[in-house]
């Protein structure tokens, strides 16, 4: 089992800036990507910002130029640092991991998710 714990959320004024962490725990697994997501009130959940395991790196236009998603593979650790923060970024952020658990035989897909942390910008 592959728990994904997100913590960093907050309460910050616009511009302002807030740094989430995403740990993913457990054993036998290997991960070949995490993300960060949100869901604003009333809409999809939508992806943020991806990292792979090779460090290719993905953004939603909305947020390139002001956040940059970072990963410490070796701590299964994911980062997302949001800088000059808007009203419109107010969300409940999600990290998900997918990759591989291998503690079963056949393996079996992972594509585990955190509880979420929440994200509000004031203006």
């Known amino acids: 089992q592959v728990q994904v714990v997100e913590s960093g959320g907050g309460l910050v004024q616009a511009g302002g800036s807030l740094r989430l962490s995403c740990v993913a725990s457990?054993?036998?697994?290997?991960?070949?990507?995490m993300g960060w997501y949100r869901q604003a009130p009333g809409k999809q959940r939508e992806l943020v910002a991806g990292?792979?395991?090779?460090?290719?790196?993905n953004y939603v236009d909305s947020v390139k130029g002001r956040f940059a998603i970072s990963a410490d593979n070796a701590k299964n650790t994911v980062y997302l640092q949001m800088n000059s923060l808007k009203p419109e970024d107010t969300a409940v952020y999600y990290c998900?991991?997918?990759?591989?658990?291998?503690?079963?035989?056949?393996?079996?897909?992972?594509?585990?998710w955190g509880q979420g942390t929440l994200v509000t910008v004031s203006s």
């Open positions: 998900n991991a997918k990759g591989l658990n291998y503690g079963r035989i056949p393996p079996t897909v992972l594509d585990a």
């Open positions: 990292i792979t395991s090779g460090g290719s790196t």
């Open positions: 457990g054993s036998r697994f290997i991960i070949n990507a």
